[in-house]
């Protein structure tokens, strides 16, 4: 008989992971899995559950929000190549990016039916100084609000509360002076209030990339870097430059692809990697694994 993990998150968004266990294992067990329940009861309990139970399994499927799913990722890449079980993704965060930019259904029983039977496709994922991510790695502006925004709050508000604590930071944007070079030849320096190297089309629900741009497994990420605006109209060139992923003309928001990248500070600048505290250094090197992680996927192409 096939053989499902089901790690979930009990706490994440409003505990619907909580509410819904009992239609997603439905779910699973007509599918003809075994199935093992491993509620997660503190932080790092995903990595350890993926990593020392994963390779006995056929299908690791986790439930939760963006950290739930980096924590599971984690786990799954710290195996060999060849014991890397098929990952399956039911989101129960509050903005649930990466689940936007692989198109997955809205209801948990739909969601169920893709993680369980959904065709496997490897996708790209990344390390920022030894931190994997799956779908983002970020520094300056809104970059803490998912992590520094109380569980409360977000359980309360939703997306609206990510909205909130966005806008208590225009009042005073800090800026990091960046030289950011990658290994296919590009250099730029400046001063930068915000700066991401994703994989995703939906960044904390603020920033919102078009889909036929982001491709998951083409080893590069996109990078994009906004300089300080000085003007409303700046502030217009940024929006317009971010629903498009094309550079600003002038020159407000720059960006490129690569999959080798490295940001130098003459300061530490802490970074967010998929929602969390990615840790605080001067010098921050990232770099795309290509194809590393198969994920079981809907209809995304």
């Not at 998150?9 to 239609?23: E, Q, V, W, Y």
């Not at 020392?52 to 799913?69: F, H, N």
């Amino acid at each position: 008989m096939k053989k499902l993990l089901y790690i979930y998150n009990p706490a994440a968004g409003r505990k619907t992971a909580k509410i819904n266990l009992s239609d997603v294992l439905e779910v699973f067990a007509r599918q003809g899995y075994e199935i093992t329940v491993h509620p997660t009861q503190e932080r790092g309990d995903a990595t350890a559950a993926a990593r020392d139970l994963g390779p006995d399994y056929d299908r690791v499927v986790c439930c939760g929000g963006d950290g739930t799913l980096n924590e599971t990722v984690r786990g799954v890449l710290e195996l060999p190549e060849e014991k890397r079980p098929v990952l399956g993704y039911i989101p129960a965060g509050t903005t649930n990016d990466f689940s936007r930019t692989l198109e997955l259904p809205k209801t948990p029983p739909e969601l169920a039916e893709v993680a369980g039977e959904g065709a496997p496709r490897a996708i790209d994922v990344g390390t920022a100084e030894d931190n994997p991510f799956t779908y983002v790695a970020a520094f300056g502006l809104f970059t803490d609000v998912s992590y520094s925004t109380p569980q409360a709050s977000k359980n309360l508000l939703g997306h609206f509360a990510y909205v909130l604590e966005g806008m208590g930071k225009l009042a005073n944007i800090p800026s990091y002076h960046m030289k950011v070079t990658s290994t296919e030849g590009h250099e730029v320096e400046d001063d930068f209030i915000y700066g991401m190297v994703g994989n995703t089309v939906s960044v904390g629900g603020l920033v919102n990339l078009p889909r036929d741009k982001v491709l998951l497994d083409d080893g590069r990420f996109e990078v994009i870097l906004i300089r300080q605006p000085k003007s409303a109209k700046d502030w217009q060139s940024i929006l317009t430059a971010l629903t498009t992923l094309k550079p600003s003309e002038d020159g407000v928001v720059t960006g490129f692809t690569a999959g080798d990248i490295t940001f130098a500070c003459g300061q530490p600048v802490a970074w967010t990697v998929d929602g969390e505290f990615g840790g605080e250094q001067a010098v921050t090197h990232i770099k795309n694994l290509p194809r590393a992680l198969t994920m079981a996927c809907g209809s995304f192409s």
